[in-house]
């Protein structure tokens, strides 16, 4: 598996694979709205060279949020080589937060955060709803038949203060 950041030449293929997985490029959190296929990331490929995973993240004056996080394998490593890759480039560039959201029903996104030191910062109730008068798309039901309502906002702390 190689990660790279998301460059010009593979802009096709990473709006082929949010309009593949998703359905679309267009992502509507509590943030903002984004258009994931125009924003910096990191690509997770294979040996045959195709994607398998994908991050995007925007960058603010002192901290990175983490906008997407998708991979097509799991239980190889890929999110964690991702999540490695986006921490690796906030700390390079003295960058010492990173935050995320997530919804109520992904608790496997939860757990996977939380066990790579990422803590819960705030539940933003009703969050979803409101997106989906952006996005009607988004389900009303996710991840083991939970109600979708409420985004998690998780964190991250790279470096102590001094």
Known sequence: MIIKPIEPNVQG?????????????????????????????????NEKNEIIGLLTYMEREESVEIISLDSIVEGRGVGKALLQAIEQHALRNQINKISLVTTNDNLYALAFYQKRGYRL??????AV??????????????????????????????????
């Open 13 to 45: 293929d990473v709006t082929h694979f949010f309009q593949a997985r998703w359905g679309s490029t267009q992502m509507v959190i509590s943030s903002g709205v984004y258009d994931c296929a125009s924003m910096d990331g990191f690509i997770a490929l």
């Open 129 to 162: 709803k409101q997106a989906r008068v952006q996005k009607p798309s988004i389900p009303l039901v996710g991840y083991d038949k939970i109600p979708i309502h409420d985004e998690i906002e998780l964190g991250k702390q790279l470096m102590e203060q001094s």
């Open 121 to 126: 910062r705030r539940i933003i109730i009703d």
